[in-house]
């Protein structure tokens, strides 16, 4: 593969990097106001907005650069505004969460950045090689956040597990990687693979095993069953912002690349995985939901209820695998994934709160109890954020169900929205066990909850935003296909135009 580059294609990667020059910034600046906490929160707030403005400034058609190695579509712009999102509430909640603690922000908001930088690239691949430095740069600084809090075991735990199961499944990516390289005769390209997959007989044992070895690894990222294992431990050690980063940010760029993956590079081979998925999505959603029930520390539940949640998003998937559900897949996966994240950093937000107010006990159900008595704005928000994740109408988790079970339906997979819709009343238990200790306990907690404004403001963009998503999911619904009527390619210091990239037969 030749690579041709000119400064053109820089403008492509504009978000990735602002986040990457905005984490030297930050770092730089904690030298010369060490004590400064606020002044490097709302720095890297202001340049996290413009890095939004960089997403929203992409907006057009499909482009392709660095000879095809990345390419920004409606789907990767979405999911960039995402990320950044994610990013920019997590550093919200940070400056309550952190207040009492000791930590260096300038190297904890540096690393973050760098993360999302890795979120970014992963999002954009077209490529193997794009694909495996986006999915490390974000893995990496992962293991570093969840391990942030030194002086908590639990974090140094959390990190030390997550960083060794990572570097097992990064193995069978790459080894995965090597496979598919080696069957396609050197090929990198996502296209480009899977033209040599038609044109190849089928029944390779070493293409298939590629595909799974690949597989293996992006299931480990989004915490499906059975790789699952690293997820609540991770989740109850990690400092919380982290958590509420890590559940939603990262999950969104494994999913985009997964589509993108069973879309662009093995159109062709559906009947090879699509059965494996099925049965993973079961597992998946079934398991996470029932082990959830027996929690009672919330950051726990949490943990379990995301595995439940990456169950349902694989149903978006195995939709995709059918070319002409494809759209509606898509768009499915993106409202899912949007209302998903409103809902868990609202969760985490509250949550943060509730442990500084009762103070001892390590993030327990209990300290929920009465609630509405002490504190009914937080315990509403609360209740707003559990109901929508149970998948209760008029909230935009129920519509995010209700697009992704469409498209299974769509796609064929009846039986399996069936036991998806039984698994989601499952799920109500647990969610609505936290309204009913809310509202219909006795208080164990009496020390009033303090936060910030910027913690505040979290919480009520989430509980504004899966409001009004629910009530107008067409303020959302956007087309997230890759692909667009007309694709710009910048090489050679020129811009063309081409066909629409291949989105499999």
Not at 113 to 127: E, H, K, Q, R, V
Not at 143 to 148: C, R, T
Not at 246 to 271: E, N, Q, W
Not at 451 to 466: D, E, F, H, Q, R
């Amino acid at each position: 593969m030749t690579m041709n580059f000119n400064t053109q294609e820089l403008f492509i990667i504009a978000p990735e990097i602002g986040a990457v020059g905005l984490a030297l910034i930050v770092l730089l600046t904690e030298l010369f106001i060490t004590r400064r906490h606020d002044v490097l929160q709302w720095l890297t707030v202001a340049g996290l907005a413009v890095i939004v403005g960089l997403v929203f400034q992409s907006i057009g058609g499909t482009t392709v650069g660095f000879s095809g190695m990345v390419v920004i579509d409606n789907m990767t712009r979405l999911m960039k505004l995402l990320s950044a999102g994610t990013a920019l509430f997590a550093v919200l909640m940070s400056q309550d969460y952190w207040r009492d603690k000791t930590v260096r922000l300038g190297e904890y908001f540096s690393v973050l950045l760098l993360t999302t930088a890795g979120m970014m690239f992963l999002m954009s691949a077209n490529d193997l090689i794009t694909f495996f430095l986006g999915l490390e740069t974000m893995s990496i600084g992962l293991y570093i956040l969840a391990g942030s809090q030194p002086s908590n075991p639990k974090s140094s735990e959390s990190a030390l597990k997550y960083m060794l199961l990572g570097a097992f499944a990064s193995g069978f990516l790459l080894y995965g990687m090597a496979l598919i390289y080696g069957f396609s005769g050197g090929n990198t390209n996502f296209a480009e693979i899977a033209n040599h997959i038609m044109g190849s007989p089928k029944g390779s044992f070493t293409l298939y095993a590629g595909i799974g070895l690949m597989m293996v690894g992006l299931l480990f990222k989004v915490a499906a069953v059975p790789f699952h294992f690293w997820s609540p431990d991770v989740y109850t050690g990690a400092p919380t912002p982290i958590t509420a980063f890590m559940s939603t940010g990262p999950k969104a760029a494994a999913f985009a690349i997964f589509f993108r993956l069973v879309t662009v590079a093995f159109p062709d081979l559906s009947a090879v995985w699509q059965p494996v998925i099925w049965g993973i999505a079961i597992l998946t959603m079934t398991v996470g939901n029932i082990i959830a029930i027996a929690q009672t520390n919330i950051k726990r539940m949490l943990a379990y209820s995301s595995i439940s949640h990456a169950g349902y998003l694989l149903i978006a998937i195995l939709s995709a695998g059918n070319g002409a559900v494809r759209e509606v897949a898509a768009n499915g996966m993106f409202f899912y994934l949007t209302a998903y994240y409103l809902m868990n950093v609202g969760a985490f937000a509250i949550a943060i709160i509730i442990r500084r107010a009762e103070g001892s006990k390590e993030y327990d159900i209990e300290s929920y109890y009465g609630l509405a008595s002490r504190n009914p704005y937080l315990a509403g928000a609360m209740a707003l954020f559990m109901i929508s994740l149970a998948g209760i109408p008029p909230t935009a988790g129920f519509i995010g169900k209700l697009m992704v079970f469409s498209a299974g339906i769509k796609a064929g997979y009846t039986g399996l929205v069936v036991i998806a819709v039984l698994n989601s009343a499952v799920s109500v238990f647990y969610y609505l066990r936290i309204v009913v200790y809310m509202y219909m306990k006795p208080a164990v907690v009496t020390s009033k909850a303090k936060y910030s404004p910027a913690i505040l403001a979290v919480i009520v963009i989430a509980a504004l935003g899966i409001l009004a998503f629910g009530i107008r999911p067409g303020a959302l619904i956007k087309q997230t296909l890759p692909g667009s009527p007309q694709v710009s390619v910048i090489s050679n210091n020129q811009i063309t135009t081409a066909p629409p990239l291949a989105m499999g037969r």
